[in-house]
């Protein structure tokens, strides 16, 4: 398997994901220009009919609103945390984007809501020597926690060790533009990062990182990544509101229907009445 082929049992779920992704965005999503999987376009109609097809056609927003409310739901008061004082600063920006850790539980529940399937690695730094912990907090050489999307997830590979299950390898987009591969590898029972581009259609290692912790640079023995799911398991699910998408999504598609009605119906039809008995001319229509 190349490093970017995706596992079949995630390539099974990932139109599913982008259809619950756009469905919960909304009308902006779902009638983008290209996108024709909700509104399938007829034999010979033209771009521009198309268009007006689309625009005629109202989008209810039943998936948006459900997947707001189950969200206002589950944060309207903030996650009681119970840790050390001196680690507060750290739990104010758990991520290197600056989220706080209530911040990225509301963005892994979104997450939960559409794909069911969200991915989280503590990226440990490389070690700078000896270093107090206010001096590493003040330089930044510090543990964050990243998370990847049910779409960025390329595999993962699992083994028992130890009588217990372990992730030993796990393949990652680590960039928008699908250009960069984050491989975590468990090699010997040593963690290592391999990091991979795409120059010219090849992917190569361009950098391969060995985490440490500790004042010893001690070495991982595990791989720090966690999937997060309603289910105990590495294979993707259902989402929450997988079905509540689908309704939605049917709807449409009757409601592009009753919208066809009502324009075929409210435009003139000409219509010729002719007794073809009396009449010596063949009868022509212009044409349309």
């Known amino acids: 398997m190349l490093i970017d082929d995706r596992d079949p049992a ?10 619950n992704r756009a469905l919960v965005i909304g009308e902006r999503a779902v009638k983008k220009i290209g996108c024709e999987r909700f509104l399938p376009r007829d034999d010979n109609m033209t771009p521009t009919a198309y268009e007006n097809f689309k625009k005629r056609t109202p989008f209810f927003p039943g998936a948006s609103k459900a997947f707001e409310n189950y969200r206002a739901l589950a944060t309207r008061k903030p996650a009681t945390i119970t840790a050390p004082v001196n680690t507060l600063d750290i739990l104010n920006t758990i991520t290197a984007k600056g989220f706080t850790l209530d911040k990225l539980a509301d963005k892994i529940f979104a997450e939960l809501l559409i794909t069911n ?3 989280l690695v503590v990226d440990y730094p490389e070690g700078v020597g000896t270093v107090s912990q206010a001096e590493a907090i003040e330089l930044g050489v510090r543990p964050f926690i990243s998370m990847f ?15 217990r299950q372990r992730v030993t390898r796990v393949r990652l987009y680590d960039n928008a533009a699908l250009t960069t ?5 468990l090699d010997g029972g040593v963690y290592r990062v391999n990091l991979w581009e795409q120059t010219r ?8 990182i060995t ?12 791989i720090p990544f966690t999937l997060v799911a309603t289910e105990e398991t590495f294979e993707p699910i259902k989402a929450p509101l997988a079905d509540v998408c689908s309704l939605n999504a049917q709807l449409y598609i009757a409601q592009s229907n009753l919208a066809q009605c009502h324009w075929w119906s409210c435009s003139p039809i000409p219509y010729v009445i002719k007794n073809s008995r009396k009449a010596k001319a063949r009868l022509a229509l212009p044409p349309a």
């Open 117 to 119: 399937f969200v991915g």
């Open 149 to 163: 999307t049910a779409e960025s997830i390329l595999g993962i590979e699992t083994a028992t060790i130890n009588n």
């Open 201 to 208: 259609g090849q992917w190569r290692v361009v950098k391969t």
């Open 181 to 185: 591969i984050r491989e975590l590898r």
């Open 211 to 222: 985490p440490t912790k500790g004042r010893t640079r001690q070495t991982l023995d595990e």
């Open 10 to 19: 995630l390539s099974d779920f990932i139109d599913e994901w982008k259809t």
